[in-house]
């Protein structure tokens, strides 16, 4: 089984601050992380992926995260925050290997304040 | 397709009735996912298609959802007798082989039921 865990529905930065969207994970195998992003209107899309290698991974826009076996989480986070990204930031797990079904999280929504 | 095409966009119904939401997936895309989006829940897993394997279905939350995969290609998911709680957006995702391969999201269908 597994399932994602993202604290905070909602977050709120300053324009140039520092962006932290949490994400923890419970998964009985390795997983695979992911993080989506939904732009207002916009469909979901790939913002970044770890599989294997190295666990710090980085994304479209200045985004990264690092996935951290110790502390089961894969929080994303950007040095300085823009209005464009303003958004719904959605958590996603998948077991490694196999073909089992990805799950997501309940989705951070980020607001970008001028 | 280029992508994702999911059909109607928009549906309006009344409680009782029943609708069928359409997914034309990428072509060759053997994995695809339906998802359903609603106020505050994030996004809920309803059921995965993976090439010929059985599918998925842990995620329906009632025996009035059912969802078809024809020839691997086109899905339909079906809501019978439906309720003010099945109004949400319902989204359809594909990916190539493989769980560590993004989804690719359509623009899905946003249900009302009156």
């Known amino acids: 089984a597994q399932s994602v865990t993202q604290l905070g529905s909602h977050v709120s930065v300053s324009e140039g601050a520092l962006v932290l969207l949490r994400c923890n994970y419970s998964?009985?195998?390795?997983?695979?992380l992911f993080w989506y992003v939904q732009y207002p209107n916009q469909g979901l899309q790939l913002l970044l992926k770890?599989?294997?290698?190295?666990?710090l991974v980085k994304g479209i826009n200045g985004f990264e995260a690092e996935f951290k076996k110790s502390e089961t989480s894969f929080h994303l986070t950007k040095p300085s925050a823009h209005m464009s990204d303003a958004a719904e930031y959605f958590c996603a797990v998948s077991p490694a290997g196999g073909y089992q079904k990805v799950t997501f999280g309940t989705g951070t929504k980020l607001q970008v304040i001028p | 397709g280029a992508g994702v095409s999911q059909s109607p966009s928009n549906k309006v119904t009344e409680k009782g009735k029943d609708v069928e939401l359409r997914c034309d997936p990428i072509?060759?895309?053997?994995?695809l996912y339906w998802y359903r989006q609603s106020l505050g829940q994030g996004l809920e897993f309803l059921i995965y298609f993976q090439g010929n394997s059985a599918p998925d279905k842990s995620g329906l939350p009632s025996d009035r959802f059912s969802a078809e995969r024809t020839g691997g290609s086109v899905s339909t998911l079906t809501i019978q007798r439906t309720q003010q709680e099945d109004s949400a957006v319902y989204l359809c995702a594909s990916s190539s082989q493989g769980p560590n391969e993004k989804l690719f999201f359509g623009s899905g269908t946003q249900l009302s039921v009156l």
């Open positions: 072509s060759g895309h053997t994995a």
């Open positions: 770890y599989t294997t290698g190295a666990t």
């Open positions: 998964s009985s195998v390795p997983p695979y």
